[in-house]
């Protein structure tokens, strides 16, 4: 499979470290014929994974990080990133929260999904929070990546309804759906300021 860079395409590194179906989007989403990202990079902090068989399987570069020395993880992707000339950076189910240097170092540039209507239900098990809290809706929110967890400027969000009957996997599943949708929209509105 050969992978379609265009010329003047923003540089783009996706984390992952599991499934990878909002990876899969924001790539279809690339290979679009009007878009304007490419997928250079794959970072994953897990090795056998579905995310890293996809970006292996569309020739995506792809790096698996070792995670036991966060200092020396990290340092080791600021270093990837830089060779690899990457101007936006797309965490998708990354489980792993990056330093505050780190985002220092790509101001504005880091961009991440998160399960749940922000600020309501930051870190995990957020859709679990939102059935014990009977609420009528939850969904998922695109943001900008600051020093604080879940916390930075938000770029988009949609709801998603909650019913009575639902399991956290039930949901989980309909607020997965929503996201793929929502993260190339999301990219795309971050782009038009670049
Ligand atoms: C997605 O639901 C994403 O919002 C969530 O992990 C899942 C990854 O799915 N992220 C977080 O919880 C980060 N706090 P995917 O691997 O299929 O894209």
Known sequence: MVKLVGKNKILSAVFISGRGSNLKSIYNYSIKKNSKICVELVISSKSDVLGVKFARKYNIKTKIINYKNKVKAEARIIKL??????????????????????????????????????????????????????DRFSGCTVHYVNQNLDSGKIILKQKVKLYKSDTPEQLAKRILKVENKLYPRAINKVISNF
Do not use: D, W
């Not at 189910?93 to 170092?105: A, C, D, E, P």
């Not at 998160?114 to 059935?131: D, Q, W």
């Open 81 to 134: 990133l830089k060779k690899n000339n990457i101007q936006l950076i797309c965490l998708a189910g990354f489980m792993k929260v990056l330093s505050k240097n780190f985002v220092k170092s790509f101001k504005n540039k880091i961009i991440n999904i998160h399960p749940s209507l922000l600020p309501k239900y930051k870190g995990l098990n957020t859709h679990e929070r939102a059935i014990k809290n009977r």
